[in-house]
C-alpha cells in the first residue's frame, strides 16, 4: 500500500513520468492492485442540463459564450427530464450519475431544481455528481445537504500555463469552490485536460496542485483535448497517445486511493490505446455515446474493450 502524499514537487513527477515505458506502467500497476480491484472499471454517464452561452472564456470549450462553434444553447433542463436520463443511465450500467451547467456560477434561483435534481438522481440508487461553476460556502452546503455526492470542479492544468486557457477567472477562485465543497463534505472530482499546448512542467505542476488536496480528490478525471473547430484550442495538434498513457501511469502512482477516469477524448483512441490507459491504472470512463457536447465511443465499442480486458 502507498500512503497518499501532499508535497509532490515538479522535479518528481517529471522524473517519475522520464521513467522508462515499462517500468513506469509496471509501477502505476502495481499501485492500481494494491489499492483498487484491477477488474472493476468505475462507471459514469454525463448529462448537459444546461447548454452553451456561458459567461467564462476557457479555451478549449464549445459552450462559452466567447466562441461561435454552432452549438444550440438551452436553458436548465426540468427535473422530470433529467430523471427520464437518469433512469436510462442506470439501466445502461452507470453508477455515477455526472450532471453538467454551462455556467459560470450557480445562481440561487436555480437552486431549488439542483436540489431536486440530486434528490431524484439519489431515489434511483444512482451516485449523483454535480459542475455548475463556482459555488459559495452556502450552495455547497445545500447541495450536500440534498445528498449530492461529488462535485467536479477541474483545474485543469499547471497554475503558470492557467492565464494562457482562461483569463475569466483566476485559479484560486477554482480552489476556492473546492475548498468549500470540502467543508460541506462533498466528494471532489477533479483534474484536468492534456494536449492544450502546455509543457511537460505545466502537467507536472497540475498533478502537484492536484496532490496539495487533502484528502486527495477522490475522482481525477484526466481529459484528453477534444479540439473544437471555433474554439481558441481547435486547431490543437493531439496530444500523443503514448504520451497521454504516461501521464496516466503518473497520475495512478500520485493517486493511489483515487478512481482515476480517462474522460474525454477516448471517441478518437483506438481500444489498444484504451487498454494501454487502463494498464496504466485508469480505473473510470465515461459510458454512452455522449459526454456534453462532445462524442464518446457508447455501449458496444465499451463492450468489446471490457472483455478484451476480462472487466465485469
Ligand atoms: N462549467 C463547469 C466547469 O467549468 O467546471 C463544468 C463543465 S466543464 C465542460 C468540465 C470540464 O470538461 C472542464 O473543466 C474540462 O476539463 C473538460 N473539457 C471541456 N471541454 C473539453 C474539451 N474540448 N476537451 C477535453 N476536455 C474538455
Ligand atoms: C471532466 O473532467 N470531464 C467531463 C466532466 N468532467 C464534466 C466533461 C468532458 C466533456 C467535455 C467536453 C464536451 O463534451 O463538450
Ligand atoms: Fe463554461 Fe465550463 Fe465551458 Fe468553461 S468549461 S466555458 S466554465 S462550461
Given at each position: 500500500?502507498?500512503?497518499p502524499?501532499?508535497d509532490?514537487?515538479?522535479?518528481?513527477i517529471?522524473?517519475?513520468a522520464?521513467?522508462?515505458?515499462s517500468?513506469?506502467?509496471?509501477?502505476a500497476q502495481t499501485?492500481?492492485?494494491?489499492?483498487?480491484d484491477?477488474?472493476?472499471?468505475?462507471?459514469s454517464?454525463?448529462?448537459?442540463?444546461?447548454?452553451?452561452g456561458?459567461?467564462e472564456?476557457?479555451?478549449?470549450c464549445?459552450q462559452?459564450?466567447f466562441?461561435k462553434?454552432?452549438l444550440?444553447?438551452?436553458?436548465?433542463?426540468?427535473?422530470?427530464d433529467v430523471l427520464?436520463?437518469?433512469?436510462r443511465a442506470?439501466?445502461?450500467?452507470?453508477?455515477?450519475?455526472?450532471?453538467?451547467?454551462?455556467?459560470?456560477?450557480?445562481?440561487?434561483?436555480?437552486?431549488?431544481a439542483?436540489?431536486?435534481m440530486?434528490k431524484?438522481?439519489?431515489?434511483l440508487g444512482?451516485?449523483?455528481?454535480?459542475?455548475?461553476g463556482?459555488?459559495?460556502?452556502?450552495q455547497?452546503?445545500?447541495?450536500?445537504g440534498?445528498g449530492?455526492d461529488y462535485?467536479?470542479?477541474?483545474l485543469?492544468?499547471?497554475?503558470?500555463?492557467?492565464?494562457?486557457?482562461v483569463?475569466t477567472?483566476?485559479?484560486?477562485?477554482?480552489?476556492?469552490?473546492?475548498?468549500?465543497?470540502r467543508?460541506?463534505g462533498?466528494n471532489?472530482?477533479?483534474?484536468?485536460?492534456?494536449?492544450?499546448?502546455?509543457?511537460?512542467?505545466d502537467?507536472a505542476?497540475?498533478m502537484?496542485?492536484l496532490?496539495k488536496?487533502?484528502?486527495?480528490?477522490e475522482?481525477?478525471?484526466?481529459?484528453?483535448?477534444v479540439?473544437?473547430?471555433?474554439?481558441?484550442?481547435?486547431?490543437?495538434?493531439?496530444?500523443?497517445?503514448?504520451d497521454?498513457v504516461?501521464?496516466?501511469?503518473?497520475?495512478?502512482?500520485?493517486?493511489?486511493q483515487?478512481?482515476?477516469?480517462i474522460a474525454?477524448g477516448?471517441e478518437?483512441?483506438?481500444?489498444?490505446?484504451?487498454?494501454?490507459?487502463?494498464l496504466?491504472?485508469a480505473?473510470?470512463?465515461?459510458?454512452?455515446?455522449?459526454?456534453?457536447?462532445?462524442?464518446?465511443p457508447?455501449?458496444?465499442r465499451?463492450?468489446?474493450?471490457?472483455?478484451?480486458?476480462?472487466?465485469?
Amino acid at each position: 500500500m502507498t500512503t497518499p502524499r501532499h508535497d509532490w514537487t515538479r522535479a518528481e513527477i517529471l522524473a517519475l513520468a522520464a521513467r522508462p515505458f515499462s517500468d513506469l506502467l509496471y509501477d502505476a500497476q502495481t499501485v492500481l492492485r494494491a489499492h483498487h480491484d484491477p477488474h472493476a472499471i468505475q462507471k459514469s454517464r454525463l448529462l448537459n442540463i444546461k447548454t452553451g452561452g456561458c459567461a467564462e472564456n476557457c479555451g478549449y470549450c464549445s459552450q462559452s459564450a466567447f466562441v461561435k462553434t454552432g452549438l444550440v444553447n438551452s436553458k436548465l433542463m426540468a427535473v422530470e427530464d433529467v430523471l427520464d436520463e437518469a433512469r436510462r443511465a442506470k439501466a445502461e450500467g452507470a453508477e455515477r450519475f455526472c450532471m453538467g451547467a454551462a455556467w459560470r456560477e450557480l445562481k440561487d434561483r436555480d437552486l431549488p431544481a439542483i436540489v431536486d435534481m440530486v434528490k431524484g438522481v439519489k431515489a434511483l440508487g444512482l451516485e449523483s455528481c454535480m459542475t455548475l461553476g463556482m459555488l459559495t460556502q452556502a450552495q455547497a452546503d445545500a447541495l450536500a445537504g440534498a445528498g449530492l455526492d461529488y462535485y467536479n470542479h477541474n483545474l485543469d492544468t499547471g497554475p503558470e500555463y492557467y492565464p494562457t486557457v482562461v483569463s475569466t477567472r483566476t485559479y484560486q477562485e477554482r480552489l476556492d469552490t473546492l475548498e468549500a465543497c470540502r467543508r460541506s463534505g462533498i466528494n471532489l472530482c477533479c483534474g484536468g485536460i492534456l494536449g492544450m499546448g502546455e509543457r511537460p512542467e505545466d502537467r507536472a505542476d497540475l498533478m502537484v496542485e492536484l496532490a496539495k488536496l487533502d484528502p486527495h480528490p477522490e475522482s481525477v478525471p484526466i481529459n484528453r483535448l477534444v479540439p473544437i473547430p471555433g474554439t481558441p484550442l481547435g486547431d490543437s495538434a493531439p496530444i500523443d497517445g503514448l504520451d497521454f498513457v504516461r501521464w496516466l501511469a503518473v497520475a495512478r502512482i500520485v493517486f493511489p486511493q483515487s478512481v482515476v477516469r480517462i474522460a474525454d477524448g477516448r471517441e478518437t483512441m483506438s481500444e489498444e490505446l484504451q487498454a494501454l490507459c487502463l494498464l496504466a491504472g485508469a480505473n473510470s470512463l465515461f459510458i454512452g455515446d455522449k459526454l456534453l457536447t462532445t462524442a464518446n465511443p457508447g455501449e458496444a465499442r465499451d463492450e468489446r474493450l471490457f472483455g478484451a480486458m476480462g472487466i465485469a
